[in-house]
């Protein structure tokens, strides 16, 4: 569930302008504090520069009273003179002298220990009226006598800029969000144009139309990445689509023919009357293609089970040697029907991790069409063997009529099967390879035809060789 505002355009521009506004406030109060920062180091500068000015001016009356000359004055400090607030005491804090514009207010408390020594210890303190002010110590000797000198100034003034620079800045601070704020929409609605255009386009998109693409506007940014992404999906999907029609047609046509002998078996039986001995012949061709086609549905079922990827492997590791043997024990009496030799050889030792049920289904439909194809009396072959780059590799030799070298791939297709393999009495389906090079694959390994220089063919199945 998504909280807040539907539009994309609405979240993002609340999100940026309040991200936008956290930063301007940010640079208000970073800017403020920088400004009376400043404004004190300026003050606290000219401090420095009247306390030595206002030593110099200081005596003592032929009376022993302590005062200052009034008379000096600056151009570039006379200002300053009228508010310098000044307090001068002994170390030890007895008041010597205050100016007429500090009156009878102390100008801090009791002096601390080496207060105002080699250093003007800036601070700042309130008055007991209640003004802040900055105030700088320093010890001077007049006629030998130690001196502890006190200069503030208000900082009232500094107080009074800082504030109206703060509130010229708040008060620019509503407009510009606002302002801000409907840019980032505009800008956002801009970039999101394309994005809005490509989903209208692509909600026209039904099953029937998936060979329609999405226009790529612009190339090189992320919208036209994503339109090139989604047209990548719907390219994959057509072929999905069209390799799903194609094997929903080839199937119902492989079902038709076996449906078809059975129909045509049963009508011409009833015909006439026929003794008990034909009608067991017409029952028993009957059975015949209705174990055929039950073969051909388990092959369907199996092809479209491992397409939805639901056959879940069980892989262990064993003896590859193994599982050929107990092959060649399920094929033996067929290669014996036809006096066929299967010559075995290899290396024992060969291990392979893959599901042994799925494996022997691919290795046994090697074996199956390799006694189908070969002549009578023939010696098939059967070598296990460690390839140099880690592979295990089993093959199938076989001295038949080979393949052709225009149907060396699509003999790996559905339903595919070459001139010779088509007459009916070889009882192929064209599915064997298909699901063979499916069983290996998913097994982590590749199932070919070898390119044969005699006649025959060379089948073989690789997989990683299982290292101990
Ligand atoms: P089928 O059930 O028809 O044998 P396959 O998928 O197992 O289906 O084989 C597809 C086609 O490949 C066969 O029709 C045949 O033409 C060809 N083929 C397969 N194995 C051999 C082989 N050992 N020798 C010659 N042709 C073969």
């Known amino acids: 569930m998504t909280l807040g505002p539907a539009h994309l355009r609405t979240r993002l521009t ?10 301007l406030l940010i640079f208000i109060v970073a800017a403020t504090l920088l400004l009376r920062w400043q404004l004190s180091s300026e003050l606290l500068r000219y401090e420095v520069q009247d306390m030595e000015t ?5 005596y003592f009356t032929p009376t022993g009273a302590l005062t200052i000359d009034q008379r000096y004055h600056n151009s570039l400090q006379d200002e300053m003179l009228v508010h310098r607030l000044m307090q001068v005491m002994t170390p030890e804090g007895r008041i010597l002298f205050r100016n007429p514009r500090l009156g009878d207010l102390p100008l801090g408390g009791a002096p601390f220990p080496r207060e105002g020594f080699h250093v003007y210890n800036p601070r700042t303190i309130r008055l007991a009226n209640g003004v802040p002010v900055l105030l700088i110590s320093h010890i001077h000797s007049i006629n030998g006598k130690t001196l502890l000198i006190r200069i503030a100034y208000s900082l009232l003034p500094v107080e009074e800029q800082v504030r109206i620079s703060r509130d010229i800045l708040v008060l620019a601070f509503f407009p510009t969000l ?16 394309p994005l809005e255009k490509m989903a209208t386009a692509a909600e026209q998109i039904t099953a029937d139309q998936l060979s329609r693409r999405l226009a790529v506007e612009n190339p090189g940014d992320e919208l036209g990445h994503m339109a090139r992404v989604l047209n990548g999906l719907l390219a994959r999907l057509e072929a999905s689509f069209e390799h799903l029609k194609r094997f929903t047609a080839d199937a119902s046509h492989e079902l038709r023919t076996p449906l078809a002998c059975l129909r045509v078996a049963g009508e011409v039986a009833l015909e006439k009357h026929r003794s008990a001995e034909e009608y067991r012949e017409t029952v028993e061709s009957m059975l015949e293609e209705v174990m055929r ?3 051909l549905v388990d092959r ?3 092809i479209s089970r491992a397409d939805a990827g639901q056959i879940a492997l069980n892989r262990t590791t064993f003896c590859w040697m193994d599982l050929v043997q107990e092959a060649v024990a399920l094929v033996g009496v067929l290669a ?7 010559d075995i050889s290899g290396d024992p030792s060969i291990q392979v991790y893959a599901d042994r049920y799925v494996l022997r289904h691919a290795m046994l439909n090697l074996l199956e069409n390799a006694v189908k194809y070969s002549p009578e009396g023939s010696t098939i072959g059967l070598r296990l063997s460690r390839r140099a780059d880690q592979m295990a590799e089993f093959s199938v030799i076989d001295q038949g009529p080979g393949v052709p070298e225009e149907d060396r791939e699509k003999i790996f297709d559905r339903f595919f099967r070459s001139d010779s393999g088509r007459a009916r009495d070889a009882g192929g389906d064209g599915l064997g390879l298909a ?3 499916w069983a290996v694959g998913a097994n982590g390994g590749r199932l070919g035809l070898a390119a044969m220089e005699t006649r025959g063919s060379r089948f073989f199945i690789q997989l990683p060789a299982h290292q101990r």
Request: net charge positive.
């Open 300 to 302: 369907l079922l199996l």
């Open 178 to 193: 606002l302002l801000a704020g409907v840019g980032i929409y505009r800008l956002t609605l801009k970039a999101l144009l």
């Open 293 to 295: 086609l039950t073969h």
């Open 336 to 342: 014996d029907e036809r006096l066929q030799t299967i």
């Open 14 to 23: 609340l999100w940026y302008t309040s991200v936008f506004g956290a930063i």
């Open 54 to 58: 206002a030593e110099g001016l200081l």
């Open 435 to 437: 699901i063979a090079r």
